[in-house]
């Protein structure tokens, strides 16, 4: 019975779900205590002012912040794609943050008292029932479904209230100004319909030749715009997970073993067939729909056709009013409970196959509703996801021989072996980058972290620690710097020549978009564009700022043209990515002055809330300046290795 109840309203546990992970993740509640040894939970990886992020409130949080992506993504989330979103650094970084709003927090005298997470914990819309707070049984019961303790919650709530309590005291001071607000207004609201024409640079290209001397003389003038860099090399050892695959051995035991551990995994859930005829309550004056005792008579006179034999489809087709079912019958296909309202969710879980319901009141009406099907929970048999389950075991496998490694590569290193050796005894190969500079990232080794990282190295130090990368980790050891240097023509030549061609093409594009509007001020835009081979365009419809100006795109100097410009004129040539256009403004609708009466406030609160939350986020960075943040990068490597796949 209880769990029929939870699957009815599981989207309404999902909901409850997403706040307390959400809550959890930016205010995570420490478990342990540092002093543990290596390995351990409650090891320390950063060290925040003197205050430490465990590895277990890593792994948690990570975890949680996992399950939020794999409930969006809904399956179609793998290890790889968590490894290019960089999903450890995001929450390590988060969690950090948190450490740093805790220590001002102190710094500041900013504390919340039991009063306020008691009075936060009766007025939260998520604790109301019909404006009445729900009790707090019901709170301990629903915490209970989520494994959380009372204390638990009330620390987690506690710093979210401190959080956003430093964060009024850091924002009290930003005002918005009259001006500010009007500016805002017209930015939001004003629309312009154009027409234009584009001179694409792109038609000019290939007829620009530069000569010798016209690629040295813009090398002469321009030569500070072409020094090389100082660049890098690094030879590096990489742990590719699909490289270690020929090395990993994955038995029908272990695909039985793994299934049996996490059948879970593998439940399918319950499902019905539905089909149904709404009769809509009109919603307001001008809503559409029926007073609800017109609306109630229709729905019954429906329900007794259909009790009296008729047909279900062709009813439906004719006196539904939800028009995405109406045209196949009334069908809705099949859904997990949840997916519907709650009134229409609990009535079909409660009926069997080909039963047909008694009216059904929801927030859209009066339902009649046939049930077709329904499939019962269960877990899919072995059979069904074998090859699933090899696909999973074998990435685990790949991962923990990538961590074994990994580990066996980090000792060596810290015994003074070199990375040479250290991967020869792994059966390893060091390879070599090429040359690059700083912010350059070599694709084998896709990580700005990492390449940040190198240009911290000194000539011939190695790194003793991995870096994650997507497709595994990678050790490094600088073995060159290149120092930065004046160029020689010949190392920049194709480049001056690409750069003098996209000038000189820029030019002519300038100029043929200057002779239009020249001729437009005669014959008219349209006739101006075909007499240079150009066409003339318009916006399909009234655009705002921000929006793009049809195939033009958009771009600041585009907005400032088309939104500064009379009505019935033409521009300048304004820039654009490929070229130079020619605008017109044949429509221009400025909002009325009553609208920003009716906006002031909310425009004025939002523009509030940008510039405190800018002003809270670059009090966090100096708060970074503050405190000593000390990382271990072994520890690192222990928390997000050790994760539960």
Request: hydrophobic share 40%; charged share 30%.
């Given at each position: 019975?209880?769990?029929?109840?939870?699957?009815?309203?599981?989207?309404?546990?999902?909901?409850?779900?997403?706040?307390?992970?959400?809550?959890?993740?930016?205010?995570?509640?420490?478990?342990?205590?540092?002093?543990?040894?290596?390995?351990?939970?409650?090891?320390?990886?950063?060290?925040?002012?003197?205050?430490?992020?465990?590895?277990?409130?890593?792994?948690?949080?990570?975890?949680?912040?996992?399950?939020?992506?794999?409930?969006?993504?809904?399956?179609?989330?793998?290890?790889?794609?968590?490894?290019?979103?960089?999903?450890?650094?995001?929450?390590?970084?988060?969690?950090?943050?948190?450490?740093?709003?805790?220590?001002?927090?102190?710094?500041?005298?900013?504390?919340?008292?039991?009063?306020?997470?008691?009075?936060?914990?009766?007025?939260?819309?998520?604790?109301?029932?019909?404006?009445?707070?729900?009790?707090?049984?019901?709170?301990?019961?629903?915490?209970?479904?989520?494994?959380?303790?009372?204390?638990?919650?009330?620390?987690?709530?506690?710093?979210?209230?401190?959080?956003?309590?430093?964060?009024?005291?850091?924002?009290s001071a930003v005002d918005v100004?009259?001006?500010?607000?009007?500016?805002?207004?017209?930015?939001?609201?004003?629309?312009?319909?154009?027409?234009?024409?584009?001179?694409?640079?792109?038609?000019?290209?290939?007829?620009?030749?530069?000569?010798?001397?016209?690629?040295?003389?813009?090398?002469d003038s321009k030569k500070d715009?072409?020094?090389?860099?100082?660049?890098?090399?690094?030879?590096?050892?990489?742990?590719?997970?699909?490289?270690?695959?020929?090395?990993?051995?994955?038995?029908?035991?272990?695909?039985?073993?793994?299934?049996?551990?996490?059948?879970?995994?593998?439940?399918?859930?319950?499902?019905?067939?539905?089909?149904?005829?709404?009769?809509?309550?009109?919603?307001?004056?001008?809503?559409?729909?029926?007073?609800?005792?017109?609306?109630?008579?229709?729905?019954?006179?429906?329900?007794?056709?259909?009790?009296?034999?008729?047909?279900?489809?062709?009813?439906?087709?004719?006196?539904?009013?939800?028009?995405?079912?109406?045209?196949?019958?009334?069908?809705?296909?099949?859904?997990?409970?949840?997916?519907?309202?709650?009134?229409?969710?609990?009535?079909?879980?409660?009926?069997?196959?080909?039963?047909?319901?008694?009216?059904?009141?929801?927030?859209?009406?009066?339902?009649?509703?046939?049930?077709?099907?329904?499939?019962?929970?269960?877990?899919?048999?072995?059979?069904?996801?074998?090859e699933r389950v090899r696909a999973?075991?074998?990435?685990?496998?790949?991962?923990?021989?990538?961590?074994?490694?990994?580990?066996?590569?980090?000792?060596?290193?810290?015994?003074?072996?070199?990375?040479?050796?250290?991967?020869?005894?792994?059966?390893?190969?060091?390879?070599?980058?090429?040359?690059?500079?700083?912010?350059?990232?070599?694709?084998?080794?896709?990580?700005?972290?990492?390449?940040?990282?190198?240009?911290?190295?000194?000539?011939?130090?190695?790194?003793?620690?991995?870096?994650?990368?997507?497709?595994?980790?990678?050790?490094?050891?600088?073995?060159?710097?290149?120092?930065?240097?004046?160029?020689?023509?010949?190392?920049?030549?194709?480049?001056?020549?690409?750069?003098?061609?996209?000038?000189?093409?820029?030019?002519?594009?300038?100029?043929?978009?200057?002779?239009?509007?020249?001729?437009?001020?005669?014959?008219?835009?349209?006739?101006?564009?075909?007499?240079?081979?150009?066409?003339?365009?318009?916006?399909?419809?009234?655009?705002?700022?921000?929006?793009?100006?049809?195939?033009?795109?958009?771009?600041?100097?585009?907005?400032?043209?088309?939104?500064?410009?009379?009505?019935?004129?033409?521009?300048?040539?304004?820039?654009?990515?490929?070229?130079?256009?020619?605008?017109?403004?044949?429509?221009?609708?400025?909002?009325?002055?009553?609208?920003?009466?009716?906006?002031?406030?909310?425009?004025?609160?939002?523009?509030?809330?940008?510039?405190?939350?800018?002003?809270?986020?670059?009090?966090?960075?100096?708060?970074?300046?503050?405190?000593?943040?000390?990382?271990?990068?072994?520890?690192?490597?222990?928390?997000?290795?050790?994760?539960?796949?």
């Amino acid at each position: 019975m209880a769990l029929a109840l939870m699957r009815r309203h599981r989207r309404w546990l999902y909901v409850f779900l997403w706040l307390v992970i959400a809550a959890f993740i930016i205010l995570y509640i420490p478990a342990f205590q540092k002093g543990q040894q290596a390995g351990s939970p409650a090891e320390t990886v950063v060290s925040v002012g003197g205050r430490d992020i465990s590895v277990g409130e890593l792994q948690r949080a990570y975890l949680r912040q996992r399950q939020v992506y794999e409930r969006l993504y809904q399956g179609r989330l793998n290890d790889a794609m968590l490894k290019q979103m960089g999903l450890e650094e995001q929450v390590l970084d988060q969690l950090v943050g948190d450490r740093l709003v805790e220590l001002e927090a102190r710094r500041l005298g900013v504390s919340v008292s039991d009063d306020a997470v008691a009075r936060a914990i009766s007025t939260s819309p998520e604790f109301q029932d019909n404006g009445r707070f729900i009790g707090t049984d019901e709170i301990r019961r629903r915490l209970d479904l989520q494994g959380m303790s009372e204390e638990q919650f009330a620390e987690s709530l506690r710093r979210q209230l401190e959080r956003e309590s430093l964060q009024r005291l850091v924002g009290s001071a930003v005002d918005v100004s009259e001006a500010e607000v009007e500016r805002e207004f017209q930015k939001r609201n004003e629309q312009v319909k154009l027409e234009y024409v584009l001179a694409d640079a792109a038609r000019f290209r290939p007829q620009v030749q530069p000569t010798e001397s016209e690629i040295q003389l813009r090398f002469d003038s321009k030569k500070d715009s072409y020094r090389v860099p100082e660049k890098r090399v690094v030879a590096y050892v990489l742990l590719d997970r699909q490289a270690l695959a020929p090395q990993v051995r994955v038995t029908d035991r272990d695909l039985e073993a793994y299934y049996q551990d996490h059948r879970d995994e593998f439940r399918q859930e319950e499902e019905a067939c539905a089909s149904h005829i709404l009769v809509k309550v009109k919603q307001g004056q001008a809503g559409e729909g029926h007073a609800d005792a017109e609306a109630q008579k229709i729905a019954q006179g429906l329900l007794d056709q259909l009790k009296a034999g008729g047909d279900f489809a062709a009813l439906a087709k004719k006196y539904s009013e939800d028009q995405g079912s109406a045209q196949n019958g009334g069908d809705l296909g099949c859904f997990p409970p949840g997916r519907m309202v709650p009134q229409f969710d609990d009535a079909v879980f409660a009926m069997k196959p080909g039963q047909l319901s008694d009216l059904v009141k929801t927030t859209f009406g009066y339902h009649v509703i046939r049930l077709a099907s329904r499939k019962e929970e269960a877990v899919l048999p072995f059979s069904q996801v074998k090859e699933r389950v090899r696909a999973e075991v074998t990435d685990r496998k790949m991962s923990e021989l990538g961590d074994q490694k990994a580990q066996a590569l980090s000792e060596a290193l810290a015994k003074g072996k070199s990375l040479q050796e250290a991967a020869k005894a792994q059966r390893l190969t060091v390879q070599k980058t090429a040359p690059f500079a700083r912010g350059e990232v070599p694709p084998v080794l896709a990580s700005p972290t990492l390449v940040a990282h190198v240009f911290e190295l000194k000539p011939g130090q190695t790194e003793k620690e991995g870096f994650p990368l997507p497709q595994g980790a990678a050790f490094v050891s600088l073995v060159e710097v290149q120092p930065a240097r004046a160029a020689a023509l010949q190392d920049v030549h194709d480049k001056v020549k690409a750069d003098l061609v996209e000038e000189k093409a820029m030019e002519e594009a300038h100029a043929l978009a200057g002779s239009v509007k020249a001729k437009a001020a005669t014959i008219g835009l349209d006739k101006a564009a075909a007499a240079s081979g150009l066409v003339r365009k318009e916006t399909p419809q009234l655009v705002g700022r921000g929006q793009p100006l049809g195939d033009l795109g958009t771009g600041a100097a585009l907005d400032q043209a088309a939104f500064s410009l009379p009505e019935k004129t033409l521009s300048d040539p304004v820039r654009t990515a490929s070229g130079w256009a020619v605008l017109g403004v044949l429509e221009k609708k400025t909002p009325e002055p009553a609208e920003l009466q009716r906006q002031k406030a909310q425009i004025a609160a939002s523009l509030r809330d940008e510039q405190r939350q800018e002003l809270f986020r670059a009090f966090l960075a100096s708060a970074r300046e503050r405190y000593t943040i000390t990382r271990d990068a072994k520890a690192y490597r222990r928390a997000v290795g050790e994760r539960e796949p």
